[in-house]
């Protein structure tokens, strides 16, 4: 009795402790995993919460766990359309990706830490994979929003690289304890039943799961229930098939995130809680894992390993895997140091210790130290290298509030929400008459908290709240009206994309004759699309740019592949 | 900014009543065309419609800066029209264009002429100056917003 209150008591004082410090630290631009982490170290035994907590096995119960809702959610979140930038280099990044960094740095950790060839390897499987929730955390808080690309790239890439590096680890430890088998047959074999289980019944489930749920009449609570333990289910099952479970529940939240379904929106929402509820925790109990003191002993060689990790080995995987996709350098940079370590690695270092290795604590220092430098190092300086990479587009939206209405059968309309500032464009313009996007209607204006009783004509003040029913892909205009140009200046659209909007199919030698510009080696006829796909890359992405001669060309519209809209940018004088 | 030749009091319409684009664009060429000795409107006017095909220049919140390189004109010249209603120009953002400023450049148009260009559609985007445009009732007040500009 009196034990079970006080761990509620110190759960739920610490959960709600970090919680609230992550408003404060999400100021200053830490990554928030961090701060999670580190509550848990000072409750921990070296720290002021003195908990001595060492139980490895519930440990790796409530990590796995963890680990399999938050993929799962993080399938759920990523749309089909990111696919189509970002799954190919992504994929790369997952399996060769994995392998590259997995090797460089089981190598160097041999040399450095004085390791037989297949233990360093180990080392190196176990901190393979990367977190980009950590990643966006970061650019999230800070409003940054990244070229499509990038975050495609980067967030399809973390979601399904977790299962490479599992099965390396499992597989090496399976040939460490049996070193009488043939290594490269047992690598072989394993990964093809991992992946092929995992992918099967992961995209079989995944289906099924959409099929009941839209057949089952139960309470609108139900649903995300549903959803998750089945998703769950589905992870449990293929483990125990011998396939990985990881990659098995990633794509089934795909799949049902992408599919017509029904109370998709309180599926998502309740996922999304929930995701952010198992980070916490697993990184809290991670951090009260660990024993701070012991990491002294090995700091030295985990910096140097970490320094092989982030310096040389994910940036040699990153430019080998996106060697065939043509990334600009810019991006290949970043994507290059946003190789951020989460909690898998720390998860996959008990794999070891549950398996009785003889090094395995001491993997585990070293592997808790290697997060804990790649989130100080690299979540810290995220934000900034985007910024000075030029990797931010423009937000696409401003608007205060928006509910997604979920209509049955009906196209996806929301409800949006704007506050008028005095500075709004709708009452700066003094325009003659109001004109909205076809599909859109106003809905209520909102006085002193009082509904006006008529819209017609519409009179609006600064300080009143306009809701509207609009399209989702209405809002970049409906924010032209509404919200106040930005404050940042780079990112205004005049300093994005430039001054005039050319068509994807307007023509080179038009360009040309209107502008007065002379190009070489082009054919005159191709168009601006046909170009910007030539030179920069066959999935173009909105903000690729294009010099040529002085003007400058930049995407503004994509469709499946095509460019549709160019921005034009001039010299201007300064 | 402007040199004082670039547009006048004689190329400015105010309140006008035009329904359509291409009304608009002509209006816009007759006002370039009127006092220049070698203009012929219908010219002005065709190149003015070429650059639209490239895109519509329409630059949003109501305003469009359409322009062209011609030979016959020895210096940049610029007319401008203030509409009583919204004309649908097909501009990015689907608004109606009720403010346009037309520019011509000689063919020898050089770094300057795009500078020029540049310089009037940041003019332009700037929400209180598109305010005064609206409110001004004659051609004397649209110049002289113009020029402070």
Redesign the interface.
Same mark, same amino acid.
């Given at each position: 009795m009196e034990l079970t209150n006080q761990i509620i008591l110190i759960a739920s004082v610490a959960l709600f402790v970090s919680v609230m410090t992550s408003v404060l630290t999400s100021r200053l631009g830490a990554p928030l995993l961090l701060v999670f982490l580190v509550m848990g170290m000072l409750l921990g035994e070296d720290g002021p919460g003195g908990i001595a907590f060492d139980d490895v096995q519930l440990s790796h119960l409530f990590g796995t766990l963890a680990l399999a809702v938050i993929l799962f959610d993080g399938g759920l979140a990523t749309p089909y359309k990111n696919f189509r930038v970002g799954l190919k280099p992504a994929l790369g990044l997952a399996t060769i990706g994995v392998l590259i960094t997995s090797v460089v740095t089981g190598l160097a950790a041999a040399w450095i830490l004085d390791l037989p060839p297949f233990e360093g390897l180990l080392l190196g499987a176990i901190v393979g994979s990367t977190d980009a929730a950590a990643v966006f955390s970061v650019l999230r808080s800070q409003g940054l929003e990244l070229k499509q690309r990038i975050g495609a790239t980067l967030e399809i890439e973390s979601g399904s690289n977790d299962p490479m590096a599992v099965f390396l680890t499992i597989a090496l430890i399976e040939i460490l304890l049996s070193d009488d088998q043939n290594p490269g047959l047992v690598m072989l074999t394993e990964f093809l039943r991992q992946m092929g289980l995992g992918a099967c019944i992961g995209l079989a489930g995944g289906f099924a799961l959409v099929w009941l749920t839209n057949r089952l009449a139960m309470s609108p609570g139900l649903y995300p229930l549903a959803a998750m333990a089945g998703g769950l289910s589905l992870f449990a099952a293929t483990t125990a098939a011998g396939g990985s479970g990881f990659l098995a529940i990633y794509l089934a939240g795909l799949v049902i995130g992408n599919r017509p379904l029904q109370h998709r929106l309180e599926i998502k929402r309740f996922h999304d809680g929930i995701a952010r509820l198992a980070q916490i925790a697993m990184f809290l109990m991670l951090g009260l894992l660990v024993t701070p003191s012991e990491l002294l002993p090995v700091a030295t060689q985990s910096l140097l390993f970490a320094g092989v990790l982030i310096f040389l080995a994910r940036p040699l995987a990153v430019l080998v895997c996106l060697l065939p996709f043509r990334f600009p350098w810019r991006e290949q940079v970043f994507i290059g140091w946003v190789g951020l370590r989460g909690a898998v690695p720390i998860i996959l270092a008990l794999f070891p210790l549950l398996a009785g290795l003889p090094h395995a604590q001491m993997y585990f220092n070293v592997v808790f130290f290697v997060v804990l430098v790649s989130l100080v190092i690299q979540g810290w300086t995220v934000a900034g290298l985007a910024r000075r990479l030029k990797l931010e587009v423009p937000p696409t939206t401003h608007v205060v509030q928006r509910v997604e209405l979920d209509i049955p059968g009906l196209q996806e309309l929301e409800l949006v929400g704007y506050r008028l500032t005095d500075?709004a464009?709708i009452l700066?313009? =003094? #325009?003659?008459?109001l004109?909205l996007?076809k599909r859109t209607r106003i809905v209520a204006l909102l006085r002193d908290h009082h509904l006006l009783e008529s819209l017609d004509p519409l009179d609006p003040l600064p300080g009143d709240y306009l809701y509207l029913m609009a399209d989702p892909q209405d809002l970049?205009?409906l924010d032209?009206l509404f919200v106040p140009?930005s404050e940042s200046t780079h990112l205004?659209?005049?300093a994005f994309f430039g001054?005039?909007?050319?068509?994807g199919e &307007?023509r080179l030698c038009?360009?040309c &004759? &209107?502008?007065?510009v002379k190009v070489e080696h082009e054919s005159p006829e191709s168009t601006l699309d046909t170009l910007i796909r030539r030179h920069l890359s066959a999935h173009p992405v909105v903000g690729d740019r294009l010099q040529i001669g #002085?003007?400058e060309l930049v995407v503004r519209e994509v469709e499946q592949d095509r460019v549709i =809209?160019?921005g034009?940018k001039?010299?201007?004088?300064h | 900014m402007f040199s004082p030749d670039l547009i006048s009091e004689s190329r400015i319409g105010c309140g006008l009543e035009i329904s359509s684009k291409k009304r608009l664009l002509e209006t816009l060429a007759e006002l370039l065309a009127s006092d220049h000795p070698r203009l012929q409107t219908e010219t002005v006017f065709e190149r003015l419609l070429e650059r639209e095909r490239l895109g519509s220049t329409g630059l949003g919140h109501g305003i469009a800066l359409p322009h062209a390189r011609l030979k016959d004109v020895s210096d940049v010249l610029g007319a401008f029209v203030q509409t009583k209603t919204g004309v649908d120009y097909d501009a990015t953002d689907g608004e109606p264009v009720d403010l346009a400023f037309a520019l011509l450049v000689p063919e020898a148009a050089n770094e300057e002429h795009l500078h020029l260009l540049a310089h009037l559609a940041s003019l332009f985007s700037d929400p209180q100056i598109r305010a005064q445009l609206r409110e001004a009732d004659s051609p004397a007040r649209l110049l002289s917003i113009l020029s402070a500009g």
């Open positions: 500075n464009p700066v313009e =003094k #325009r003659p008459e004109h996007p970049t205009e032209r140009p205004t659209d005049l001054e005039f909007v050319l068509n &307007a038009d360009l &004759a &209107a502008y007065g #002085r003007l =809209k160019v034009l001039l010299p201007s004088a | -």
